[in-house]
């Protein structure tokens, strides 16, 4: 088969999909990674790419209503970015490059400890 429905779009979108699964399946596995995850929150860290790295967060407040807190640091040769809902860039300090470090690392331990394991 050939032209746009050939096999390798079917293999490109059966690729695409495994793609975003493991994806999710990492998010959701980093955002454990300083404790359990209380119930109604969803909690996410992972790598978007080799320079990004998100942290998102969604809860209900006591007022019922939804809050999302969505962090994305990219990653420059001249430091971090660091960008929260919206707001313009702003670099990071040292203390808050350091704890992201630290969660980079052992985020991508447990992923390799993961992907080993099946």
Avoid at 4 to 15: A, V, W
Avoid at 54 to 77: A, C, F, M, N, S
Wanted: glycine share 8%; charged share 30%; proline share 3%.
């Amino acid at each position: 088969m050939s032209g746009r429905f050939g096999s390798h779009d079917l293999e490109d979108d059966r690729y695409t999909r495994q793609y975003r699964e493991l994806l999710r399946k990492a998010a959701k596995m980093g955002g454990q990674l300083f404790g359990p995850v209380p119930e109604g929150v969803r909690r996410e860290f992972f790598c978007l790419n080799k320079h990004t790295w998100v942290w998102h967060e969604e809860w209900t407040d006591e007022k019922g209503e939804l809050q999302v807190v969505t962090t994305r640091y990219d990653i420059r040769p001249n430091g971090i970015l660091k960008a929260q809902d919206g707001q313009p860039y702003r670099f990071i300090e040292l203390e808050e490059a350091r704890r992201l470090y630290k969660a980079a690392r052992m985020y991508d331990y447990l992923l390799h400890t993961e992907v080993a394991s099946h």
